[in-house]
C-alpha cells in the first residue's frame, strides 16, 4: 500500500503504465490555475511588446506543463519525445512565411486603395 | 526464442540520450517502448497540432494583411456582469474549466493504473462533465456574437476576417471538444462495466483517452493566447 501511496510501480498488470504520485498534478494543476489568471491580466496591458512578450511566455509555460507532465511527455523514451516535438518545429517555417506574405499583401493593399485619394486631393 | 529476443533488447537498450534514440531507430523491431494504441494516438494529435496550425496561422495571415482595424476581441468578448462590461469573462471561465477537467483527467489515468475502476469512472465522467459545460459555453458565445451579426463574411466590429477566423477556430476546437467528451464516457463507461478487467486489467486506454483530452486543453492554450489576448 505503501508503494501505491507514493505513485510507484507496483507489480502486475500495471507495471507498465505512467504511475505518479497525485500530488504532481494537482500541483501543475494550481500552477496552470495560476499562468491562466496572469495570461488572463495581460489583457488590462496596452498593446505592445510587454503584453505580447507575456502572453507568450505564460502560453509556453502552460503549454510545456501540459505537454511534459499531464500527457506524460517527460517520461517517455527520448526516441519518443524526439519524434513528437521535431516535426512541429517546421511549422516555425510556415509561421516565418506567412507572416512575410501578410505583410506583403498588407502594402499592397494599402498601396491599391490609397491611390486614388492623393490624385483627387492634388486635384483641387 | 522470440520472446527471449524481446526481452534481450529490453535489456539491452540504453535508458537515455542520443544513444537510446539511435538504438531505438535502428532495432529492426520496435521503435517505440509504448504500447501501440498510444504510439499512435501521439501520431495522430502530431498530425492534427499541423491542422490547427495551419488554422491559427491563416488567421494571423488575414489579421497582418487586413487594411481595416480588427476587432477588439476584449471588448467583443466582453460580458456584462456585476453592473459593468468585464473583457473576456466567459472566455476566462472556459479557460479555468478545460484546464480543470485537464486535472480531473490526470487524475483519473493515475488510479485507472491502480484498478481504482470506481474513482477511474468518477473522475472520466467529471472530465466528460467539464467538457459538455465548456461545449455550453462555447453555444452560448457563438449565439451571442451570432445575434450581434457577425457572420463568417461581414461583422459590425471590424475587418471581415474575424468572422471567418472566428468560427473556423472556435467551431473545429468546439468540435474536437464535444468527440472528446463522447470518447471519455464511451470508456468511462467501459471501465464500469469491467472490461478491461476481463481484458488482463489493461488501462491503457485511460491514458490513451487522456492524451487526447490533454492535446484539447493544449490547443485551448494556443487559441486563447493568440486569438482572445493577442
Redesign the interface.
Known amino acids: 500500500m505503501a508503494t501505491v501511496e507514493s505513485g510507484q510501480v507496483h507489480g502486475g498488470a500495471a507495471s507498465h503504465g505512467q504511475q505518479h504520485p497525485i500530488k504532481i498534478y494537482i500541483v501543475i494543476w494550481a500552477l496552470l490555475f495560476v499562468f491562466s489568471a496572469f495570461s488572463y491580466f495581460t489583457d488590462f496591458l496596452d498593446h505592445g511588446w510587454l503584453r505580447w512578450g507575456l502572453i507568450l511566455l505564460f502560453m509556453f509555460l502552460k503549454a510545456g506543463f501540459i505537454v511534459a507532465i499531464f500527457m506524460h511527455l517527460a517520461w517517455e523514451r527520448l526516441a519518443l519525445i524526439y519524434a513528437i516535438l521535431t516535426p512541429p518545429v517546421v511549422l516555425l517555417f510556415l509561421i516565418a512565411l506567412m507572416a512575410i506574405e501578410g505583410d506583403y499583401t498588407l502594402l499592397t493593399r494599402l498601396d491599391f486603395f490609397s491611390e486614388p485619394a492623393p490624385i483627387t486631393a492634388s486635384e483641387h | 526464442m522470440a520472446e527471449h529476443g524481446v526481452t534481450a533488447i529490453a535489456e539491452e537498450t540504453p535508458a ?3 544513444r ?2 539511435v538504438s ?2 535502428s532495432q529492426d523491431k520496435q ?5 501501440w494504441g498510444k ?1 499512435m494516438m ?1 501520431i495522430f ?2 498530425s492534427d ?2 491542422i490547427f ?2 488554422f491559427l ?2 488567421y ?8 481595416v482595424p480588427w476587432p477588439n476581441p ?1 471588448e467583443v468578448f466582453a460580458l456584462h456582469a456585476f453592473g459593468r462590461d468585464i ?2 469573462l466567459l472566455i ?1 471561465i472556459m ?2 474549466i478545460l ?2 477537467s ?2 480531473t ?3 483519473a ?2 488510479y ?4 481504482d475502476r470506481a474513482r477511474t469512472t468518477a473522475l472520466m465522467l467529471i472530465t466528460a462533465a467539464f467538457g459538455a459545460t465548456f461545449v455550453g459555453m462555447q453555444a452560448f458565445e457563438w449565439t451571442k456574437l451570432i445575434m450581434e451579426g457577425v457572420r463568417p463574411w461581414e461583422n459590425p466590429f471590424g475587418a471581415e476576417q474575424f468572422g471567418a477566423s472566428f468560427f473556423m477556430i472556435t467551431g473545429f476546437h468546439g468540435m474536437h471538444v464535444s468527440i472528446g467528451v463522447i470518447y471519455l464516457v464511451t470508456v468511462a463507461l467501459k471501465v464500469l462495466r469491467g472490461d478491461y478487467e476481463r481484458a ?5 486506454i485511460v ?1 490513451i483517452a ?2 487526447y483530452w ?2 484539447v ?2 490547443v485551448w ?2 487559441i ?2 493568440f486569438f482572445y ?2
Open positions: 537515455e540520450g542520443w537510446s534514440i531505438d531507430w521503435t517505440f517502448h509504448v504500447p504510439a501521439w494529435l502530431v497540432t499541423f496550425t495551419c496561422v491563416s494571423m495571415n488575414v489579421r497582418i494583411s487586413t487594411a476584449s473583457p473576456l476566462a479557460t479555468f484546464i480543470t485537464s486535472g483527467m490526470a487524475m489515468v493515475n485507472g493504473y491502480r484498478r488482463g486489467g489493461n488501462y491503457e491514458e487522456g492524451l490533454h492535446f486543453d493544449l492554450v494556443f486563447f493566447a489576448l493577442w
